[in-house]
């Protein structure tokens, strides 16, 4: 059987044009801002022209990138140049702080922006690191993060008010805004489960994480299309039994504990709960997946050791079953539910 050719990603211009400065861009646009033959009054006239077209440009760049990138995970070269182009917008302050004047104009024009906040809160805590360079620290200084922050909570005003509409706390309305701002995410990469259950923990380090309510929420975000319940259960549930059992979960806080018991119970409960066929349909392909992490020398211990659930004493009669069946089928399986 012929493989699936990957989708060609074209990369607009405006894209393109965020990793280069403004000293290139003046140049390519023909914007004259020194030489002998410019009077003051054009220099600084030039500047300001320099200064309008590349924040203008940058907006519109970063309205194809981010949605470029929110749809496909950023794994080859093409697509950290596109990563690494906003990046470079957002580590600039001056330019930013025009493009949030620009946005603020006409908002409804760049529909694409509500996936710009996740990448800005990753770029504040990449450089809130002790670890970066001493010129990436100077970066850090010049970063505007109250700036940034009240430019996110006006980018991802409705979808705020939305998650707390359907009963999330104010700040983890923001924080969940910034990562699931609408449920198109979730139907485009199997990614933002995996970055949505990370910051579920992020959340309950410092609070307590109410799952059922955040997890309707999510659900319902959306006014028009939402994705549905049946298949955001699914996809959810089915990305958590891939997470990787850590040494990390020794350091959690008493919130990311009981997060963590109320997320393993409630997997187990939603595969217990479906039908046979499906179940054994989700575990077969964990196990394909457990296969190829390890063909890539990647696999290690997952959160969830079904074979614990294959006994006897097992409650979850339906689950018991089916882990049965599939080590019936080829003994080999065991290996990947233990």
């Not at 074209?10 to 646009?29: E, G, H, T």
């Amino acid at each position: 059987m012929a493989k699936k050719k990957k989708k060609k990603i074209k990369i607009p211009k405006s894209v393109l044009d965020l990793r280069i400065s403004q000293k290139k861009f003046a140049k390519k646009n023909n914007i004259s801002i020194k030489g002998k033959g410019l009077s003051k009054r054009e220099k600084k006239r030039n500047k300001k022209r320099l200064r309008d077209s590349y924040s203008e440009s940058a907006l519109n760049g970063l309205n194809k990138a981010v949605k470029i990138l929110s749809e496909n995970s950023p794994d080859s070269k093409k697509l950290m140049k596109v990563k690494d182009g906003v990046d470079n917008i957002i580590a600039n302050q001056d330019i930013m702080k025009k493009v949030a004047k620009i946005y603020s104009k006409n908002p409804d024009n760049y529909s694409s922006m509500v996936f710009l906040p996740h990448m800005i809160m990753n770029t504040l805590v990449y450089y809130s690191q002790d670890s970066i360079s001493d010129q990436e620290k100077k970066v850090a200084e010049n970063l505007d993060k109250e700036a940034l922050v009240t430019f996110c909570e006006k980018i991802l005003k409705s979808e705020i008010k939305r998650y707390r509409k359907f009963g999330v706390p104010e700040d983890i309305s923001y924080q969940l805004a910034t990562v699931i701002p609408t449920t198109r995410l979730l139907r485009s990469s199997r990614q933002w489960y995996r970055k949505l259950i990370q910051s579920l923990y992020m959340i309950a380090e410092h609070e307590p994480v109410d799952l059922d309510t955040i997890l309707s929420a999510i659900q319902k975000i959306d006014k028009k299309k939402s994705i549905e319940k049946k298949a955001f259960y699914e996809g959810f549930y089915s990305q958590f039994i891939l997470t990787k059992s850590s040494n990390k979960n020794h350091s959690f806080s008493d919130n990311q504990k009981e997060l963590h018991e109320t997320l393993i119970e409630k997997t187990l409960e939603y595969f217990d709960g479906i039908k046979k066929s499906r179940c054994k349909d989700l575990l077969k392909a964990y196990i394909r997946n457990r296969k190829k992490a390890e063909s890539y020398k990647n696999d290690t211990k997952r959160v969830i050791k079904f074979i614990d659930h294959a006994n006897s004493n097992s409650s979850y009669t339906n689950l018991k079953a089916v882990v049965q069946e599939l080590i019936s089928d080829n003994s080999s399986n065991e290996l990947y539910l233990t």
